[in-house]
T-cell receptor
Framework: GNSVTQMEGPVTLSEEAFLTINCTYTATGYPSLFWYVQYPGEGLQLLLKATKADDKGSNKGFEATYRKETTSFHLEKGSVQVSDSAVYFCALSARGNKLVFGAGTILRVKS | DTAVSQTPKYLVTQMGNDKSIKCEQNLGHDTMYWYKQDSKKFLKIMFSYNNKELIINETVPNRFSPKSPDKAHLNLHINSLELGDSAVYFC???????????????FGEGSRLTVL
């Protein structure tokens, strides 16, 4: 079946540090890949997505590249801010199938 | 105007009680979902409805019963509440999952259920 594995948290960084959150997937066919973010006290919202191999999704300074050869979709940001503190979920969806989420990674950014 | 709204936002109740959570979306979407998030932030899908028809029913105790009166509403009723039901329940919606849509889900703000 389809599954997503992402790095365990919490990840604690100082402001302006470089962020990487690893995500790998297992899927049949060619899924679409997503990163969702959940700010404290809120629901999840889409951060970025990529629908085919080598696509790069980007938003709010975050980016992730769909790597079919390594089945990965790692999230990166060059300089994090305190306001980026949230839970980040990697997810995949194959055509006609429900979204499958990873376990979530808590990010804490200190000033 | 909130796209996906859930009520109540907080719910505190005793074991054994029955409670309901309501969800409404004004996005014109065909598919709606219920997810459960535990204290470690793990997110698990419970149910999904497409145009009022149940299309996803994960392994959930039958004390949980979803109801979709129309495609803009999906309610969750829970009977005989147990301590382990304490969690945050999220409603979400998307375009038609059954026609192959693989895009974005829109989530409500969540309903935090505490069972004492």
């Amino acid at each position: 079946g389809n599954s997503v594995t992402q790095m365990e948290g919490p990840v604690t960084l100082s402001e302006e540090a470089f962020l990487t959150i690893n995500c790998t997937y297992t899927a049949t066919g060619y899924p679409s890949l997503f990163w969702y973010v959940q700010y404290p006290g809120e629901g999840l919202q889409l951060l970025l997505k990529a629908t085919k191999a080598d696509d790069k999704g980007s938003n709010k300074g975050f980016e992730a590249t769909y790597r079919k050869e390594t089945t990965s979709f790692h999230l990166e940001k060059g300089s994090v801010q305190v306001s980026d503190s949230a839970v980040y979920f990697c997810a995949l969806s194959a055509r006609g199938n429900k979204l499958v989420f990873g376990a979530g990674t808590i990010l804490r950014v200190k000033s | 105007d909130t796209a996906v709204s859930q009520t109540p936002k907080y719910l505190v109740t005793q074991m054994g009680n029955d409670k309901s959570i309501k969800c409404e979306q004004n996005l014109g979407h065909d598919t709606m979902y219920w997810y459960k998030q535990d204290s470690k932030k793990f997110l698990k899908i419970m149910f999904s409805y497409n145009n009022k028809e149940l299309i996803i029913n994960e392994t959930v105790p039958n004390r949980f019963s979803p109801k979709s009166p129309d495609k803009a509403h999906l309610n969750l009723h829970i009977n005989s509440l147990e301590l382990g039901d304490s969690a945050v329940y999220f409603c979400a919606s998307s375009q038609d999952l059954t026609s192959g849509y693989t895009g974005e889900l829109f989530f409500g703000e969540g309903s935090r259920l505490t069972v004492l």
